[in-house]
C-alpha cells in the first residue's frame, strides 16, 4: 500500500472519529446528562453510585417521575427524588391509617422498598404552591426531601431532568407509576 493510500485511510477515520465525537458531544450538551446517585434515599429503584442519564428536553414533570433537581440547600447536594405532587395539589400524611394521599387519593406506591414510619409530628395537609414540587425519596424512612423544612418544596426552575437510563442496566428506567 502506498503512502498515500495510508494517509487517506488515516485521514478518514479520524474525520469520522472526530464527527462522531462532536455528533455525542452535542447531543449530552442540549439533550442528555448524566448525574451520579449519592446516597441511599432512592433504594431498591437507585443505588448509591448508580450513574443515572437524564432527559433534558422535556422538563414537564408529573406524579411518579424520578427527576435530578440541582436547588440549593443546606445538604449541599443534587437531589434525585420521585415526584409525589406538583404545583395545586394537596399531600395529605394520614398517621393515623398509615397513608399518603394527594387530592384524597391513597398513593399506589409499588416501588417503596417497605412501609414508610410516620412520627406523630407527620399529620396534616400541605398545598403545593404553582411552579414548585413536593417530592420525596422511595426509601422514605431514609430521605430528607419535602418532608423537611431543609429541602420544603422544590421550584421547577431546579428541576435538571428526568431519569431515563441507569447505566448498566439491560433497560429503560421505568418510571414505577
Keep these: 500500500m502506498s503512502d498515500k493510500k495510508t494517509l487517506g485511510i ?14 455525542v458531544t452535542v447531543v449530552f450538551a442540549f439533550f442528555f446528562k448524566t448525574s451520579v446517585v ?3 434515599s432512592m433504594k431498591d429503584t437507585l443505588h448509591n ?14 406524579y411518579g417521575d424520578v427527576v435530578v433537581i440541582s436547588q440549593p440547600n443546606v445538604i ?7 415526584v409525589i405532587a406538583v404545583g ?5 400524611f394520614d398517621s393515623e391509617h398509615k397513608k399518603v394521599l394527594v387530592d384524597g387519593v391513597e398513593l399506589n406506591e409499588p ?7 410516620f412520627s406523630p409530628s407527620m399529620t396534616g395537609s400541605v ?15 431514609d430521605s430528607t426531601d ?3 423544612p431543609i429541602i420544603g418544596f422544590i421550584d421547577e426552575r431546579y428541576v435538571v431532568g428526568k431519569v431515563l437510563y441507569v447505566v448498566g442496566d439491560t433497560h429503560l428506567f421505568e418510571n414505577d407509576r
Excluded: W
Excluded at 479520524?14 to 465525537?21: F, S
Excluded at 449541599?76 to 420521585?82: A, D, E, F, S, T
Excluded at 395545586?88 to 395529605?92: S, Y
Excluded at 416501588?111 to 414510619?117: A, I, R, S
Design 10 to 23: 488515516i485521514y478518514d477515520f479520524a474525520e469520522i472519529l472526530m464527527t462522531a465525537v462532536f455528533a
Design 38 to 40: 449519592n446516597g441511599d
Design 49 to 62: 453510585g448508580d450513574t443515572v442519564i437524564i432527559s433534558s428536553i422535556n422538563k414537564t414533570v408529573d
Design 76 to 82: 449541599k447536594k443534587v437531589l434525585i427524588k420521585r
Design 88 to 92: 395545586g395539589q394537596t399531600v395529605t
Design 111 to 117: 416501588y417503596l422498598p417497605e412501609k414508610m414510619v
Design 127 to 141: 398545598t403545593v404552591p404553582e411552579g414548585m414540587l413536593f417530592v420525596m425519596g422511595d426509601n422514605r424512612n
Design 146 to 148: 419535602s418532608r423537611d
